[in-house]
């Protein structure tokens, strides 16, 4: 398989108060396309920093970046959008969606910055995402409305409209119940499965048992690399959300 | 300045179309709508200042515009293209009367000629004006003589009501005949029809021919001009002469006036006031002040120069009120910015530029002012109609208003102008936010 993103050797250095602070020191890293990674670390491993870094929110002090085969490390700001908002997904911990608007709205908001025409076929592609993370019927609600669940699924379902290359993760499951974590877990499983790349920072070990591949981080150097031969599929009891035909519409417009 | 008003309007209008087509900016203009009506008295609070003021420049304009125009009228019925020369005593009579009874002074047949004699004057009317009593039967009524010709009628803009005004063969064949003030008329035949009766204005009896309609006062004299009487000029030459003898407290006095007033109406506006400096050097022969040369047209200018400086004072008000405004606008959005600084950080993180947050923000601020500068425009309207109307029927005041369309569009685009100008700052701040430290932020 085609690697999706590539780090050699990245470093990340903070100067706090005339410290250097080294959050990340020399990573190198390669991932798939169709992996499913989680990357885990006591606090203060890095791993934030090295989240940030994949996410083309920070940029290394030093070392290369190559995402979907172009060179990020050194871009300037606007291409760094640029990059978020074609190559990116973003899932946050807090869910982050913007309280002022509806969940469609809400998926809408990454076609926004491409720049992209609004028309009614990215509407109803923002629907259909909807409908697979099993909110079809809260279309018109704010996030206020809905449970942290739900909300985290309109984040998925955010994260999934403008096709990514890498959807990245940030401690999916932090502010849920084990319940709703496992429905969370089951639905990135699922998309993992529809061929979608997915890297997860986690600091729970049954959420990271779900991931095809575990990094481990420590004083922001990798600690271990380790491929999870058999990842957590799914929990007896979590019904599932995913309607398996709008599942295959976005593996066909994954392939396109 | 239409001109001005249309391209301004014409510029706004494209504006917002500009923001309304554009995906992003349809979609900053409605969430700055939302996000409006979320806060919506904090956002009414904050443009506040912006309401008041642009309120404040429409009503006050529109009263200045009005008390102005009424003044304007006033000048303009004197007629813009008219000069007015009087006789008046001059204040210091020792040298040139002697010790003779009679103060002669004022404008002569002599000047008159020769003022006829200015190419530019296509009209004349002299007039003589004396008090006198007129009288029917035992009624009697202090009154003035306006003695004057025919084209008085027109020069004054004067309607008659009833009857008909002199005609040249009045002065011709001397008739004796008067034309009444309205108010006049009324007091000496209260129940009658006036024409065809007579009056007896010293010794003689004069036909009465028309009744004036009541006009108003026009600013100029203390007299009521719907108690005059009107004779021809030249029966009241022949029949009071030029002498006029005063009664006052103890004493008498006479003086001899052969003309008190020449109104004259000059070809071209233009040519108004060289015509005036001409008559003023034919008047400096009489070698005493016994003469004032009256150019409306002048006032006219002074009125609107001096409409020219209300305007600047009210642009100035205007100014510092809409930069308390803008000061309260800027307030407002840098507390919004950082009270949305993890939304900025979730729009950076998925994919918005610094510029996309920029407009953003501007957008917003622009839409709060604008809402602002619109509520303003509705209170200073409502101001302007509402004032005049409870003046009207609480005090019987009357207070001129004229809605100024320019200063419509000039306060609409003052008010977006004062929401980009106060909006950059803060919206570059929400810009330049480091998307990791803003997504931190709770």
New interface residues.
Partial sequence: MASVLKIIDLAKIYSLESVLVYAVKGVTLEVEEGDFVALMGPSGSGKSTLL?LL?C??RPTNGQYFLAGQDVARME??QL??I???YLG?I?QQY???P??TVVENIE??L???????SNSTTNRCIGLAQLVGLGNRLDHRPMQLSGGQQQRVAIA?SLV?DPAVILADEPTGNLDSRTSDEIMHLLSKLNEAGKTIIMVTHENDIASWAKRVVRMRDGVIESDIRNEKPTVSIEGATSTIQTELLESLVLNQSK | MLIFSITAILMLASLFACILIWDKGRRSFILAVRSLWLHRLRAFLSVLGIIIGTGAVISLMAFGEGSMQDALEDIRRLGANNIMVRSVKPTDDAGSSKRSYIAIYGLTYTDFDKIATIPTVTRMVPMRIFPQEVRRGYKGVNSRIVSTIPDYLDIHNIEMKSGRFLVADDEVLLRNVAVLGSELANRLFPFEDPIDKEVQLGTFFYKIIGVMKERSQGGVSTEDVNLDVVIPIATARVRFGERIFMRSAGSRSAEKVEISQITLTVSDTEKVRPTGEIIRSILENHGKADWTVNVPLDRLEEAERAKERYKMLLVLIASISLLVGGIGIMNIMLATVTERTREIGIRRALGAKRRDITLQFLIEAVVQTSVGGILGIVLGLAMVYALPFFAETFWDARIPAKVHFESITWSLTTAVAVGIVFGIYPSRRAALMDPIEALRHV
């Fill in positions: 940030n996410g929110l920070d700001d606007d959008s640029n978020r908002s074609r973003f946050f982050n969606l913007l002022q608007y908001i990454p926004l910055y491409q720049g992209a025409k609004l955010r403008n």
